[in-house]
């Protein structure tokens, strides 16, 4: 989202002005954002190729054909359509029903531009998912270990008490459905929103999905019983597993748009260079200063 930052309040002292370039994002952090995006966009493509094979979702331990699923992505007829419990949407042309690039009529749940690989191989699609669900667990884990020795997540992403107020996070809500963007040296700081869906994505969603992908490998059953016993099941942690992909995905179609709305030629280059332009006021961003020399980098 706009306005991530790797800067502490001490940091912002005395305060880069309007215009400025400043240092914004580590090494570390780039490194593993463009990482854990390759990974993500993979596994959520090549998860869709795997979930090809059988596109219904169950709760509980068991689940085929004669059972009743509580997702079901199909077709019958010349219909497409998604089933949740006794509710149906029509989605012929998107899902379920759908035409392939040569013109010729498909009823798998999602279609070939959508996965990994853009035919339906269930085998070519695991390697694809479990190597990449390997890159998502080593460059997740490092960057937990670092992100916590360098004190990234006590400084820049554990909300101050002041922030958990209702009144802070209303007045946050508001500026947000406003399009009204931090300017000047507020930029660097992650606002209570950021924070939020940054902790809950890094700490919640992502080990949610490694141990229920882990559930639903009958090797990893043997070895760990208990992750059954946890999840309810293999089907629930299938099923969790799905839920978790697409609030992944959810936070990624918002996180882009946002970065588009708060300025994307800035955002992404502080991706890349980690150097940042401080935003101004709208009508200063128009026109804005020249800057100085770049900042000295803050702690690396």
């Known amino acids: 989202m706009a306005g991530e930052s790797e800067q502490s309040d001490g940091d912002l002292e005395p305060g880069p002005k309007p215009g400025e370039v400043v240092k914004r994002h ?4 780039r490194l593993w954002h463009w990482t854990n995006a390759l990974a993500i966009v993979i596994l959520l493509m090549s998860g869709l190729s795997i979930f090809n094979a059988h596109p219904r979702l169950y709760w509980g331990s068991y689940g085929a054909n004669a059972d009743t699923p509580w997702l079901e992505i199909t077709g019958e007829g010349t219909r497409g359509f998604v089933r949740i419990g006794s509710t149906e949407i029509t989605t012929t042309g998107v899902l379920g029903r759908w035409r392939d690039e040569n013109g010729d009529t498909s009823t798998r749940a999602f279609p070939s531009w959508a996965t990994i690989p853009g035919y339906y191989s269930l ?36 909300p101050r008490r002041s922030e958990l107020k209702p009144s802070h996070i209303w007045h946050d809500i508001k500026d947000h459905a406003r399009l009204r963007f931090p300017t000047g040296a507020a930029a660097l700081r992650y606002n209570i929103l950021q924070k939020t869906s940054y902790l809950l994505v890094l700490f919640v969603l992502l080990p949610l999905i490694v141990l229920t992908g882990l559930t639903m490998s009958p090797s990893m059953d043997a070895a760990w019983p208990w992750l059954l016993d946890i999840f309810g ?7 969790i597993h799905f839920i978790c992909a697409f609030l992944i995905a959810a936070f990624i179609l918002v996180h882009l748009v946002m970065v588009v709305l708060a300025g994307p030629v800035n955002e992404i280059r502080s991706m890349i260079t980690g150097r940042f332009r401080l935003p101004g006021k709208r009508e200063e961003r128009a026109a804005p200063p020249r800057h100085p020399e770049f900042a000295e980098e803050q702690a690396q």
């Open 233 to 239: 099941g293999r089907q629930s942690a299938r099923s």
């Open 123 to 158: 085998a070519i699609g695991r390697l694809w998912h479990f190597f990449f669900a390997w890159v998502l667990v080593l460059a997740g884990l490092s960057y937990w270990i670092w992100s916590f020795a360098n004190r990234h997540i006590q400084r820049d992403l554990a």
């Open 26 to 29: 580590r090494l570390s952090t």
